[in-house]
């Protein structure tokens, strides 16, 4: 059994690798209140644990920065309760995860709990009646920084707008943040809302994001990206071509838009995700190399596994741009793996 005390050793590890001086307790506490203790990559009937991945296995890390710098953070997402089969329990475990873990956020208090608590029910607002086939309700995302070796930097809670009819529309009514960040039309077929989130910082400041997938070999992609998203857009597929992609196979890439707004003005995100086959490291050393100044921090996710037992694959590359800077941010991506004998 692949419990949280492996993911427990790989953060500290990583922590140590990127020179965060993290204390490795909340970093220990948080991932096994997060997870619920345990990784297992499939549940009792044999289907995938978490949606989160495409191992199953309830755990994603990864590594931020831009502009020729590392960000001194490392981040997680990951998913309690995965071993339920029922769509109303998995749900309430989760909630009660998220209002254990907003403790760890400096100057927290039941306000947030709350409001991140109400963002799950808008989305569900009947977990019962939601059929046990849907997995995966809420995905939880942890930030630690380096300026808060103690606490936790950000905590972000996902969910799926698909799952149950009008949650988009409710999340707006429900906060105006939602509301015109996604300018492509209902009807369009191209790209489809399949992801919210809401986060909040230290600070008690709130993010809100959508995110769109956007249709698979589908050659008018990039071009309706354009449309759609503006120069952003145009911006990062162009540096995705610059770090070796074919212009030409854009569209054979698997996308996600992020379309996200805090307190200034929205911004603009596209993680590229590899198909099951594709070992992207080579397109993950040359963007940290470009965004980064060094792929040491991408090295240090492989390398922060491979000391605890694991197998790291990098699953997605995010950038972002913004009108100042053009492509300022890059997030690497990377799920580890245990063997059967891993603890």
């Known amino acids: ?32 209140r997060a997870s619920g203790g345990q990784l297992e990559p499939l549940a009792p009937d044999g289907r995938r644990a978490s949606t989160l991945t495409a191992s199953g296995i309830p755990l994603e890390v990864s590594v931020t920065g831009g502009l020729g710098k590392v ?3 490392l981040r997680y997402v990951t998913e309690t309760a995965t071993q339920q089969t029922e769509f109303g329990p998995r749900v309430a475990a989760q909630v009660a995860a998220i209002r254990d873990l907003v403790a760890w956020l400096p100057n927290a208090d039941e306000a947030v709990a709350d409001m991140l608590q109400t963002f799950v029910s808008t989305l569900y607002p009947d977990p019962a009646t939601v059929s ?9 995302g942890v930030v630690h920084h380096a300026a808060a070796p103690h606490h936790a930097a950000r905590l972000k809670v996902y969910g799926g707008p698909k799952i ?6 409710r999340l707006c009514s429900a906060w105006p943040g939602f509301a015109g960040l996604v300018s492509v039309p209902d009807h369009e077929l191209l790209f489809k809302p399949v992801g919210a989130a809401l986060e909040v910082d230290a600070r008690g400041e709130v993010n809100h994001k959508i995110y769109l997938r956007a249709r698979l070999d589908d050659v008018a992609v990039p071009m309706k990206m354009v449309r759609y998203f ?38 603009f995100g596209l993680t590229l995700i590899p198909k099951e086959h594709d070992d992207m490291t080579w397109l993950v ?51 580890p793996t245990w063997g059967p004998c891993s603890a």
Not at 16 to 24: A, H, I, V, W
Not at 237 to 252: F, K, M, N, P, Q
Request: with cysteine.
């Open 71 to 73: 960000a001194p953070a």
């Open 230 to 267: 503006g120069d952003p857009a145009w911006e990062v597929l162009s540096e995705l071509v610059r770090c070796g992609i074919d212009a030409a196979e854009l569209h054979r890439q698997r996308f996600f838009v992020c379309c996200s707004r805090g307190t200034g003005a929205p911004a």
């Open 164 to 169: 149950v009819p009008g949650a988009l529309d």
């Open 1 to 32: 059994m692949v419990t949280a005390g492996a993911a427990g050793d790989l953060l500290v590890d990583l922590a140590e690798r990127l020179t965060l001086r993290c204390d490795p307790t909340p970093l220990r506490a948080m991932v096994e």
């Open 132 to 140: 046990g086939l849907h997995r995966s309700p809420t995905w939880i």
């Open 285 to 335: 050393r040359e963007l940290a190399s470009r965004h980064y100044g060094t792929p040491h921090a991408v090295d240090a996710l492989a390398l922060a596994a491979e000391s605890c037992g694991a197998t790291l694959r990098y699953s997605g590359v995010g950038l972002g741009s913004s009108a100042d800077h053009g492509v300022d941010k890059l997030n690497v991506y990377g799920t």
